[in-house]
């Protein structure tokens, strides 16, 4: 197979874990061209895969077929003659691409009334019975060729590279609010998700004191999208150490804040996309969940804790707690974070 195309899942989680499917495919074809087909949004994450060739970037609105927008790429998709394209996701909207492009072999998973979209398919696995999102996403690659085993040196645990463009440009934000780079700890409040994802400000406020107390020289820099801006300035009103607390939500690139995670000392998050690029990354990290399973998408890395209390309700994996107590985030203390922060050094 010359030419592989991957159509590319939306969340950024999801992203950081199929890259090693591409390191299976580079392995197994490794005289392949493999290129992604991605929303900006995630662009980067395949940015800083060493397997790719070229991220084709495509502006697709959430819920919007965008009819004209699809056959336009798919025209230019064709000319590339491609053999092969793997579609991620489950919609049946992301499989129309690659059927329109006229790609011979296009592979997936069942879902979402896209027969024939898909022409060389996996049976979904139920929500009940749902496998670590590294292994679903590998195990596409047994529709290819079946007789080719994974091979044992290909990791389980996704690999990110930085950019040095994006290095640079972090470096310059860090001297310009007179950040030492050895002694940055990173918080990221947010999950795109919704509030049962995200453990309480008033805890990561708590938390911050207590690390900038044990800790004076550090420097805590909340990260994530514009939308958890508002997360970042409710963290800083509850702390005592402004001079030493940074709000950087919404004021990063994605690729900016790659090479923010890999310069620093311990990041603590919730289950979100960026607690998967600090286990790609292999830095110290604590990751807290609540409504979602520690055991289907957990940080692949063996620097990384992992706090869940294990409820009898959880996970739910819903948007907003059923039972309206939010315990499985409430009841995870500071001080048992910051036990696990000290863990890891």
């Known amino acids: 197979m010359n030419r592989i195309l991957i159509i590319a899942p939306n969340w950024i989680g999801d992203a950081v874990m199929s890259q090693p499917l591409l390191a299976n495919l580079k392995a197994c074809f490794p005289q392949s061209t493999i290129d992604?087909?991605?929303?900006?949004?995630?662009?980067?994450?395949?940015?800083?895969?060493?397997?790719?060739n070229d991220v084709l970037e495509i502006a697709i609105e959430h819920k919007r077929l965008q009819w004209n927008l699809r056959k336009s790429v798919a025209q230019k998709l064709q000319e590339k003659q491609y053999g092969v394209c793997f579609v991620l996701p489950n919609s049946l909207k992301s499989a129309l691409i690659p059927?329109?492009?006229?790609?011979?072999?296009?592979?997936?998973?069942?879902?979402?009334?896209?027969?024939?979209?898909?022409?060389?398919?996996?049976?979904?696995?139920?929500?009940?019975?749902?496998?670590?999102?590294?292994?679903?996403?590998?195990?596409?690659?047994?529709?290819?060729?079946?007789?080719?085993?994974?091979?044992?040196?290909?990791?389980?645990?996704?690999q990110l590279n930085v950019?040095?463009?994006?290095?640079?440009?972090?470096?310059?934000?860090?001297?310009?609010?007179?950040?030492?780079?050895?002694?940055?700890?990173?918080?990221?409040?947010?999950?795109?998700?919704?509030?049962?994802?995200?453990?309480?400000?008033?805890?990561f406020a708590v938390l911050a004191n207590t690390v900038l107390t044990a800790?004076?020289?550090?420097?805590?820099?909340?990260?994530?999208?514009?939308?958890?801006?508002?997360?970042?300035?409710?963290?800083?009103?509850?702390?005592?150490?402004?001079?030493?607390?940074?709000?950087?939500?919404?004021?990063?690139?994605?690729?900016?804040?790659?090479?923010?995670?890999?310069?620093c000392k311990i990041l603590v998050s919730n289950d979100s996309g960026l607690m998967h690029i600090g286990a790609a990354l292999k830095i110290p990290q604590v990751a807290i969940f609540g409504s979602s399973d520690p055991h289907h998408t957990p940080p692949l890395s063996t620097r990384a804790k992992i706090i869940s209390l294990n409820m009898a309700c959880s996970p739910c994996h819903k948007r907003e707690c059923p039972l309206g107590h939010l315990q499985c985030l409430n009841n995870i203390l500071p001080q048992d974070v910051f036990h696990s922060i000290q863990s890891l050094r």
């Open 36 to 52: 992604v087909l991605a929303s900006p949004w995630v662009a980067p994450i395949y940015r800083a895969c060493s397997e790719i």
């Open 215 to 263: 800790d004076p020289t550090a420097h805590i820099i909340l990260l994530g999208s514009k939308t958890d801006h508002l997360l970042g300035e409710e963290v800083l009103i509850g702390t005592n150490h402004s001079q030493h607390i940074h709000n950087w939500c919404g004021a990063t690139s994605l690729d900016e804040a790659i090479a923010l995670i890999a310069a």
């Open 163 to 203: 950019s040095p463009f994006a290095q640079k440009s972090i470096r310059a934000k860090l001297a310009a609010d007179s950040i030492h780079e050895n002694a940055i700890y990173v918080f990221c409040p947010g999950a795109e998700y919704g509030p049962t994802k995200r453990w309480p400000t008033k805890h």
């Open 99 to 158: 059927w329109l492009a006229n790609i011979p072999f296009r592979m997936g998973y069942r879902g979402e009334l896209r027969y024939g979209l898909i022409n060389f398919a996996l049976p979904n696995p139920s929500k009940t019975n749902r496998p670590p999102m590294v292994e679903h996403y590998l195990a596409l690659s047994s529709l290819l060729e079946p007789n080719i085993p994974t091979p044992e040196t290909i990791s389980r645990t996704p």
